[in-house]
């Protein structure tokens, strides 16, 4: 595995998108946060991950009623609701100095709009379950936490490879 971590810091590094310029000049603020927000491109995974599994894992106790699927499904959804916000984060300064036009320019802001309603919402999920435990309310929360990452994750898709002919 250790193997792996200079090709890993490597990408994390110098990770980048085609459809991406930076339009400010080197060494400028907008520069270097439009570089820390690149690591959008890498954690970006993380959260949708953990909040699809997470309703996989909560559907499958709800059938199975073993335990393991409510601890997995309750470390998910806490963990989701730390990355989700940094991650948010990340993706807005990575968009600083991009200025889409038309369609693009309305598909990202549905992309920023979504992504910190996302953030929000698995944090007040992840809040919601900490405090009343696994309730009907949370189960709610986290089928409408599902659906919010994927519309998300599909306007970030779209602005990503809109140029591909997505």
């Known amino acids: 595995m250790w193997l792996f971590a200079p090709f890993l810091l490597f990408v994390s590094i110098f990770a980048h998108e085609g459809h991406h310029s930076l339009l400010a000049a080197e060494g400028t603020t907008t520069d270097w946060f439009s570089w820390i927000g690149s690591f959008h491109l890498i954690t970006l995974h993380f959260p949708i991950a ?54 693009m320019g309305r598909l990202l802001t549905l992309h ?3 992504g910190v309603l996302t953030a929000l919402l698995a944090i007040f999920t992840a809040y919601v379950r900490v405090k009343d435990g696994r309730t009907t309310f949370y189960l709610w929360l986290l089928a409408l936490l599902f659906a919010l990452v994927t519309i998300t994750a599909y306007f970030g898709g779209a602005v990503t490879f809109a140029s591909r002919g997505f």
Do not use: C, Q
């Open 112 to 114: 920023k709009v979504s």
């Open 50 to 103: 953990l909040i699809v599994m997470a309703a996989i894992a909560e559907l499958l106790f709800s059938i199975t009623k073993k335990s393991l699927y409510e601890s997995a499904a309750y470390f998910m959804v806490i963990m989701a609701a730390i990355i989700t916000l940094p991650n948010a984060i990340l993706g807005f300064l990575y968009s600083l100095p991009e200025n889409y036009p038309g369609e």
